[in-house]
């Protein structure tokens, strides 16, 4: 089993910005063979992809929404994984999850990953 735990929600403003982190616990995680994915939902909608990397080789992979706003990195001393979010929008509110997997071939597809956090909120004051 892996458990993955979430941390850094809270409120933040449009425009802003705010760092998630995710922690990575279980003998079983292969960092070789894992991708670790962020995804988020908002109630009433369905879960949508946020970022994602892969731990042997640091690839990265970002939603059009969070593109070119957002960094995704890894630690691999601590396995740790966090999200920066810059230039937040209202849109951007939800609960975000950290979510991983074995030999996950697309990265965005939620189905690919087998083990998922709690979540951790963020809500965006306009």
């Known amino acids: 089993q892996i458990q993955l735990v979430e941390s850094g929600g809270g409120l933040a403003q449009v425009g802003g910005s705010l760092s998630l982190n995710c922690e990575v616990f279980?003998?079983?995680?292969?960092?070789?063979?894992?991708?670790v994915g962020w995804f988020r939902q908002a109630p009433g909608k369905e879960r949508e992809f946020v970022a994602a990397?892969?731990?042997?080789?640091?690839?990265?992979y970002y939603a059009d929404s969070v593109k070119g706003r957002s960094t995704i990195s890894r630690d691999n001393a601590k396995l740790t994984v966090d999200l920066q979010m810059n230039s937040l929008k209202a849109e951007d509110a939800a609960t975000y999850f950290c979510?991983?997997?074995?030999?996950?071939?697309?990265?965005?597809?939620?189905?690919?990953?087998?083990?998922w956090g709690q979540g951790t909120q963020v809500t965006v004051s306009s």
């Open positions: 990397i892969t731990w042997e080789r640091g690839t990265t």
């Open positions: 279980g003998r079983t995680f292969n960092r070789y063979r894992n991708t």
């Open positions: 979510a991983t997997g074995r030999n996950v071939n697309s990265p965005q597809i939620d189905s690919e990953y087998d083990y």
